[in-house]
């Protein structure tokens, strides 16, 4: 069989960097807790698409390599200000628990809070984001 291939890796779909740090829980001390830190800056609106798919990659591989018992996605560094598709990573690790939620937490920064928010709450609400919950 003769098929044209060509060679792709994760890395070329974005130039967002990522960090993972690991330590046990405070609370549990069985469990481990996964922070997972993306930086750099997501493209605006569709130019964004690529960088949601590969931090969304990135983070299931990271959770199926370490099994972390919770996860706090920091998104600090990171630059956002318009895409939806970065919605798809808050949904990271959603297939771990079939019978309840696996627990994700968000930390923003400057660089993305409000933009965050908007697509979170929707650009109408006045919601700050530690009202969401």
Do not use: C
Request: aromatic fraction near 10%.
């Amino acid at each position: 069989m003769n098929i044209s291939t060509n060679q792709k890796k994760l890395e070329d779909l974005s130039e967002i960097e990522y960090e993972v740090h690991i330590g046990s829980s405070n609370e549990v001390n069985y469990l481990k807790i996964m922070i997972l830190k993306f930086i750099g800056e997501y493209g605006f609106g569709s130019a964004g698409n690529s960088d949601a798919k590969y931090m969304r990659a990135m983070g299931e591989a990271v959770l199926e390599a370490w099994n972390p018992g919770g996860l706090i996605l920091d998104l600090s560094d990171l630059s956002y200000e318009w895409g939806d598709q970065l919605e798809d990573v808050f949904y990271i690790g959603s297939y771990k628990y079939r019978d309840k939620p696996f627990p994700v937490a968000l930390i923003v920064g400057d660089k993305s809070e409000e933009a965050i928010r908007t697509l979170i709450v929707g650009i109408n609400s006045t919601k700050a984001l530690n009202e969401i919950g």
